[in-house]
């Protein structure tokens, strides 16, 4: 009998040691948690968010300032509808309003805010205000649903659609590695069709491996803290070849299909309200170097036979680099300041004309 109570008393005293352990640790993930959001907040404020309609969106009523690689360091405001730039004005009857769609070219965090080629547009046309949606990351089908379920909203009497080539593969898969799952387009055969209710299994291929990894992406900062700092740095190798290969895998003419669809989705919808739409595409840095965008032409062709007009701005991309500007960074795939002064003054007119639509 003696040694049975000992027998019990060594168990509950493991038992006790065990919950001691087990609290200590969640203790110390939870001051880690509160540890991390403090400093993230004054020092990195997130201003992405998950969204059950987009994937993901900025959060609104955010501040940070974003280093590009001049050393230049940039201010970007966030206002309180999660777009770049201040509030929207409240539209008058004879004002006009022109949304511009698109994705990290067009959030442009690699320069201020006057520098942005929407602010270089706006300038150009005074009675007319340019309001930035873009979104880093955004796809051709997300920017679509913004504009639905959101866009349409803020009473636009035109919206431009801006293009990078990978837009074109963003379309057609349904994550972005960094950043999160997102709606996209099923296409099969010659039948296209936009995915909303987006599944979550092929952009956790790029989530440390761990219980609950999906509530913890979404819900906790030390998580996305090891994630990206850590777990990111020992899988960064493998996960962008296993990007680059589930990229790869989509022909080329699915993604143009896919582009097609959802582009006349846009113009359908404008169309039913009278609301002017263009498409602008924007060039690589190595196709302005040679003056040829094959991906630009081809995509041309489709908004010629879908009736939406487009506007290269190979042409005044490869202008300006032949009179010395440097359009693009060095390193960097984006715009510089001076890349978007000549996108801005290249897209007057062909906006200008979208709105005497």
Known sequence: MAEAGETGAR????????LLVCGSLLFTLFVLEVGIRV?????????MQFDAVLGWSHVPDRERVFPNEHGEKNVVTINSLGLRGPEPAEKRGHEK?????????????H?????LYTSVLGAALPDVEIVNCGVSGYGTVQQFLYLRERG??????????????????DNCIPFFPTLGPRPFVRVDGERAQIVEDYPVDEFLEFVAPVPGQWFLRKHSYLFYFFNDKIYGRFAGDAQKELCRQKIEAVPTDVRHRAYAHTVRECANLLASKSIGFGVVLIPQREEVASGSAPWIEKTVSGCEAAGVP???????MTAASAKGTKPYFDRDIHWS????AVAGKAMVEFVRARLAR
Do not use: C
């Open 111 to 115: 320069v201020a805010q006057d520098q």
């Open 310 to 316: 487009s506007l290269s701005l190979l042409p005044a």
């Open 39 to 47: 400093v993230a907040s004054i020092f990195y404020p997130k201003m």
């Open 152 to 169: 349409l909203a803020l009473d636009p009497d035109a919206v431009i659609v801006v293009t990078f080539e990978n837009d074109l593969s």
């Open 11 to 18: 168990k509950g005293r493991w038992w006790k040691r065990l």
């Open 337 to 340: 300041k001076d890349g978007h």
């Open 97 to 109: 309003r022109v949304l511009v769609l698109g994705d990290s070219f067009t959030e442009g965090v």
